[in-house]
């Protein structure tokens, strides 16, 4: 089985630019997180959408959005892009939206904001 | 406020050498306490979930136990292949459902 996809897995941008990251969950999870993981840091919690729905959000500015479409795929925007975006985006999945729920991570989009 | 605290920050240990690595938390309302392996470039790969004070599990050389403030990670007779970032992560039971991940202990076993 195919376990959680991300794509692009690198790409570079400039500042003020604006990118759009995707994600596509295991078969048959209907939750999507995203974390972003600077380099030497841990993961840190950006949104969560289960059923189409957002369901927490993390303190990121507004420039972060994202959606989740009817087939549980996910996308990250980020606009006006800053040097400190420069980090690797982490997208799970889970198979339910509350409780203990293991998430399973896909390999990440790694961005670099020149 | 959560907060996820991992020693050391780095460890190198010859090949069969046992250690472990800990975790200090502090959460209103622990849901689940997660540990994750992640390689370089990799996302983090589950290994455990701990709920409540004096769980235990194990998976090959891991063992992973909880207390009411800090979980340890002990790794029996590493190999160069248990090299990783381990990272320890909470989940509260109220708020957002997300993981509140620490900033992990960098595991070096050389041969």
């Known amino acids: 089985d195919a376990g959680v996809t991300q794509s692009p897995t690198h790409l570079i941008k400039t500042r003020g630019q604006h990118v759009t990251l995707r994600c596509s969950p295991i078969s048959g999870h209907k939750s999507v997180s995203w974390y972003q993981q600077v380099l030497g840091q841990g993961p840190q919690f950006i949104f969560q959408y289960y059923e189409k729905e957002e369901r927490g959000r993390g303190n990121f500015p507004d420039r972060f959005s994202a959606r989740q479409f009817p087939n549980y795929s996910s996308e990250l925007n980020v606009n006006a892009l800053l040097l400190g975006d420069s980090a690797l985006y982490l997208c799970?999945?889970?198979?339910?939206?509350?409780?203990?729920?293991?998430?399973?991570f896909g390999a990440g989009s790694r961005l670099t904001v020149l | 406020e959560d907060q996820v605290t991992q020693s050391p920050e780095a460890l190198r240990l010859q090949e069969g050498e046992s250690s472990s690595l800990n975790c200090s938390y502090t959460?209103?309302?622990?849901?689940?306490l997660f540990w994750y392996r992640q390689d370089p470039g990799k996302g983090p790969e589950f290994l455990f979930t701990l709920y409540s004070a004096g769980e235990e599990k194990e998976k090959e050389r891991l063992k992973a136990t909880l207390t009411k403030k800090e979980s340890f990670l002990h790794i029996t007779a590493p190999k160069p292949e248990d090299s990783a970032t381990y990272l320890c992560a909470v989940q509260a039971r109220t708020g957002a459902n997300n993981l509140f991940f620490g900033t992990g202990t960098r595991l070096t076993v050389i041969p």
């Open positions: 959460v209103s309302g622990l849901r689940g």
């Open positions: 799970a999945s889970s198979s339910v939206g509350g409780g203990a729920n293991v998430l399973t």
